[in-house]
């Protein structure tokens, strides 16, 4: 059966870097949209950066510049490189999957994705 499972959450200071990483196992990333997605208490769970089977990154605009998602497709591995990072990207950060990309092309709306990691607890202290 399909599992996720995030690592690599922490605690740092304001400007400083973590890298998430995801395993996924009983599938494969070539038939899916992989994502990172995060919520804070209190708000919506929002896309983070997706990407997709043919290596198409997509990154939301609160992260662009700063975090950098990618892929090793054949270990089925996913990874988040966050760096710079700012008190309001305190969240916990989930993996996703999308079983069912249109096209190939993989959305940040977090509907679409139909298996979810447990959840890593990310923050960013001032």
């Known amino acids: 059966q399909v599992q996720l499972l995030e690592s690599g959450g922490g605690s740092v200071q304001v400007g400083g870097s973590l890298r998430l990483s995801c395993t996924g196992t009983g599938f494969s990333f070539n038939n899916a949209c992989m994502g990172w997605f995060r919520q804070s208490p209190g708000k919506e769970r929002e896309g983070v950066a997706v990407i997709g089977s043919r290596n198409q990154p997509t990154h939301a605009d609160s992260v662009k510049g700063r975090f950098s998602i990618s892929q090793e497709s054949a270990k089925n591995k996913l990874f988040l490189q966050m760096n710079n990072l700012k008190p309001e990207d305190t969240a916990i950060y989930y993996c996703?999957?999308?079983?069912?990309?249109?096209?190939?092309?993989?959305?940040?709306?977090?509907?679409?994705?139909?298996?979810w990691g447990q959840g890593t607890q990310v923050t960013a202290s001032s």
């Open positions: 996703a999957a999308d079983f069912s990309p249109s096209w190939g092309v993989c959305t940040l709306a977090d509907r679409w994705y139909s298996s």
